[in-house]
């Protein structure tokens, strides 16, 4: 068992414990999988109407008031706190439990402003920090990463969700009966794989998109970022500052092991916490009552195409490549026409550079983990 900053972490572990102990804060002994994860594994689902207008409103209300200050994570696993301790909360626990999603834990936080946002994968911050292997960092990803998208102004874009290729073959010893939907496999992270396509999902009000935990996605600002020299949209800000613009989204990931920080079920701010006797309860609509939105597909496999530089979110560490962006063209009137689409969620094919470098770094994590 391998420590690291206090943490216990082993890369080799196949029966981790599901729910260790926390008898101190930010010390917890994390077992990691390594398994190959097949492309088809990693999903796209989009539904419109999860919440009336009243429960949106009020959704808006409560992350209104909480801001873009803190991460927060919940755990589901006990029977008086199921329903969550707030609005938030509550509105989460009644998503999932639409879904049939009985993961333990729920990290979320609020945004509220249209920014450009590059790509990355949603991870484990401090383990990535803490597990480096020639300067880049461990990602272990959620099992489920989702965006419920609540009062928008007019013009702001959706979210990219980049599909990628097989990790492929590496000289890391596998197991045959490690589930790589285990937010523990530590495949599911690191260094970006060679993309096959693109998904566009226009912002709607009341619309939920869910996808696979270790996708990469982002945003663009402006819609047309990545087609225009690779240059991304905050680089342009500086150039031309844009209008704030209004994009109230609340964002949350599904763990069934929680990231190192911060602590499950930290307490809230006296503003946000329900009064422990209170009956009233935010429920989503019933899932029955969702309508599933289909992906469309741009449908244009000719015409001339564009390069897209896309830019990859943080440091070296934090993005687990040298490299700060991903090179990929494809065929420029299906890019932009997904890009300013207004409703359907589009799929765009696209063609990527080869990247070798996601079977090197877990190599290197697996030497080092054995050092």
């Not at 693109?198 to 009000?205: G, K, L, S």
């Not at 087609?227 to 949209?233: A, Q």
């Not at 195409?305 to 943080?314: A, N, S």
């Not at 490549?321 to 090179?327: G, M």
Request: hydrophobic fraction near 35%; glycine fraction near 8%; proline fraction near 7%.
């Amino acid at each position: 068992m391998m420590q690291i900053l206090g943490h216990g972490l082993s890369s080799h572990s196949l029966t981790p414990s599901r729910h260790p102990p926390r008898s101190e804060r930010g010390r917890m002994a994390v077992p990691l999988l390594l398994a190959a994860v097949p492309a088809a594994l990693q999903q796209v689902r989009v539904w419109d109407g999860c919440f009336d207008a009243g429960a949106l409103s009020v959704i808006c209300s409560a992350g209104g008031a909480r801001g873009h200050t803190l991460t927060s994570v919940f755990d589901r696993g006990g029977d008086s706190r199921q329903s969550g301790r707030s609005v938030l909360e509550q509105a989460l626990c009644s998503l999932l439990d639409e879904l049939g999603d009985r993961s333990r834990f729920i990290e979320y936080w609020w945004r509220d402003e249209w920014m450009d946002l590059e790509a990355h994968r949603d991870i484990d911050e401090e383990l990535c920090r803490a597990v480096v292997a020639d300067g880049m960092g461990l990602q272990r990803c959620p099992i489920n990463g989702h965006v419920l998208y609540v009062d928008l102004e007019d013009g702001v874009s959706g979210t990219c969700c980049w599909m990628e290729g097989d990790a492929g073959s590496s000289t890391i010893p596998m197991q045959d009966d490690v589930d790589p939907n285990n937010d523990l496999c530590a495949i599911r992270g690191g260094p970006p794989r060679p993309l096959h396509s693109m998904v566009v999902v226009p912002a709607i009000p009341g619309r939920l998109l869910r996808f696979s935990g270790d996708m990469l996605h982002g945003v663009t600002r402006p819609a047309l970022a990545l087609l225009e020299s690779g240059v991304s949209g905050g680089e342009q800000a500086a150039k031309q500052p844009l209008k704030s613009m209004r994009r109230a989204v609340l964002l949350f990931n599904t763990w069934e092991e929680p990231p190192l920080t911060p602590e499950p079920n930290a307490p809230l701010s006296n503003s946000e916490a329900l009064p422990k006797d209170s009956l009233d309860k935010l429920c989503c609509l019933p899932r029955n009552q969702w309508k599933n939105v289909p992906l469309a597909t741009a449908g244009e496999d000719d015409g001339p195409k564009v390069r897209l530089h896309i830019p990859l979110l943080g440091d070296e560490c934090r993005r687990c490549t040298r490299s700060p962006f991903i090179k990929a063209s494809g065929v420029e009137s299906a890019l932009r026409r997904a890009l300013l689409e207004g409703r359907n969620p589009t799929q765009v094919l696209l063609e990527t550079e080869i990247l070798s470098e996601h079977a090197e770094h877990l190599v290197r994590i697996h030497s080092h983990s054995h050092n």
